[in-house]
């Protein structure tokens, strides 16, 4: 391999937090790297999805907080513009040149533009400017491509301009009439904060007969519970069967397989991720672009002969998760350093990875929900013998305190051959603090036993540890 200002140890395509995770790593591992975007540097979760979404989150949770506590008075609606401009400056008004200036101190080569596989160790870079850009590895190459929003093969939908969550967590303004279409977790958070932002006419269109179906049943309940609460209008059981929005920007008019017709002023498509594997090259390498591309424990890919190629991340298909992904990137990076120096005793711990044993997850709805490990049904699918332990959290002082009238319930998952935890699931308001916890006990697989000993504090919410404890019979 020719050497020069082009060849790199590892490369990198993609610049979001999983990329940047695993540039960091091989340059903290001894290693050189450059680093391949083509939109912001920063990726979709600093800009499009979880950083903003829960800038327009939080407002709506803390005046619903105002609303419950007695004795603090009567609140004005939410202040959108305010609410936005906030937005605006938690993704640093869309600008990524803070993130590629933390790139190129690493120190790592940032090159702006469209990355694809050219052959073994090989990427070419469609430059802004014009033309081709040729890098080359001498150690291995790393796909961090991610995922975009997936839009349904619907009559008409495309050509209605539909909201993803791109435009829901960028918009300026507030769409009076929405329709939403999916019951996932960017549906439910994003009806909920463009409902309290001004979307009063809010529908949810939902194919399944229940919300947030990859959760515990009680989840998706209790959140259907809020959301029709606060006057949004839930349809389960409904698919898409035509979508057209009428000349000039009109309204979008949708039917729905039971011959139902709504009308609002913008229709938002929150239906699952379509995975970052085309149009990066894959086939100069002997792969197919048609599905997640499989590793092995170490994020190799497994259909690359010489162990090269590395995808970490959303392409992967593990766990759609951005600090999954930038576990996996750690993980990643840390195997590339190794393997470079000749290191292959010095290996990272790869046999218990925390993507096997269940990824902790929140939702930021009103009730969150906070989960990690195995539901009641995968445990139970996957051969263990279970036992379900549940409790009301509201039954708990601490609760009580922060909350007036606290709804909200907890779920332990255990495996009675080894007495430990599985899975765990909170749903309530602020139960998001309940959750590392949760997910050390299941990581770690902590004996229920041991566990008892981690004393909860009075008056707090993480009493309930106790109650569910005692529950079970400890």
């Not at 463009?194 to 309940?221: C, I, K, M, N």
């Not at 606060?230 to 898409?240: C, H």
């Not at 949708?254 to 239906?271: K, P, Y």
């Amino acid at each position: 391999m020719a050497e020069g200002n082009d060849v790199f140890d590892v490369i990198v395509i993609g610049a979001g937090p999983v990329g940047e995770n695993a540039a960091a790593r091989v340059v903290h591992g001894g290693l050189t790297a450059a680093v391949v975007e083509e939109r912001l540097v920063g990726g979709e979760c600093n800009y499009y999805a979880c950083v903003p979404s829960k800038a327009l989150l939080w407002p709506m949770e803390l005046a619903t907080e105002v609303d419950r506590m007695p004795g603090l008075g009567l609140r004005g609606p939410i202040e959108a513009p305010a609410v936005f401009a906030r937005r605006d400056e938690v993704v640093s008004h869309f600008d990524d040149s803070g993130y590629v200036n933390w790139l190129e101190k690493l120190p790592a080569t940032f090159v702006r533009g469209r990355g694809r596989l050219a052959g073994p160790l090989r990427v070419d870079v469609a430059v802004p400017e014009g033309g081709t850009r040729s890098l080359s590895a001498r150690h291995a190459v790393v796909l961090a491509t991610g995922s975009a929003p997936a839009i349904p093969d619907v009559p008409g939908l495309r050509e209605a301009r539909p909201w993803t969550n791109r435009e829901a967590t960028s918009t300026r303004q507030t769409p009076k009439r929405l329709i939403v279409i999916g019951g996932g977790p960017v549906a439910c958070e994003m009806t909920q904060a463009l409902h309290a932002l001004g979307a009063v006419e809010s529908t949810v269109l939902v194919r399944e007969d229940r919300l947030l179906t990859r959760t515990e049943p009680f989840a998706g309940e209790l959140v259907a519970r809020s959301l029709a609460e606060s006057g949004i209008d839930l349809r389960f059981g409904r698919s898409l069967a035509r979508v057209e929005r009428q000349a000039n920007g009109g309204p979008v008019m949708v039917q729905t397989d039971d011959g139902s017709r709504f009308e609002a002023d913008e229709i938002l498509v929150a239906t699952g991720r379509r995975l970052g594997v085309y149009d990066i090259g894959l086939e100069t390498v002997g792969m197919r672009p048609d599905g997640p591309i499989e590793v092995d424990a170490s994020m190799r890919a497994t259909a690359v002969p010489d162990g090269w190629l590395y995808a970490v991340g959303d392409v992967n298909g593990l766990n759609l998760l951005t600090h999954m992904g930038k576990y996996q990137a750690r993980i990643c990076g840390d195997v590339i350093a190794a393997r470079a120096h000749g290191r292959t005793d010095d290996l990272p711990s790869l046999r218990d990875r925390a993507d096997a044993l269940g990824a902790p997850q929140v939702i930021f709805t009103d009730p969150q929900v906070c989960a990690v490990g195995r539901t009641e049904a995968q445990a139970r699918a996957d051969g263990f013998r279970t036992r379900i332990v549940d409790h009301d959290i509201g039954a708990i002082v601490g609760a009580q305190l922060q909350v007036p009238g606290y709804v909200g319930r907890a779920r332990l998952v255990v495996d009675e051959d080894r007495r430990v935890l599985l899975g765990a699931t909170f749903v309530g308001p602020a139960a998001a603090d309940l959750l590392h916890g949760a997910t050390i006990a299941v990581s770690a697989e902590i004996p229920l036993e041991k566990l008892w000993h981690a004393v909860p504090t009075f008056p707090t919410t993480s009493e309930i540890w106790l109650n569910l404890l005692q529950e079970y019979g400890l």
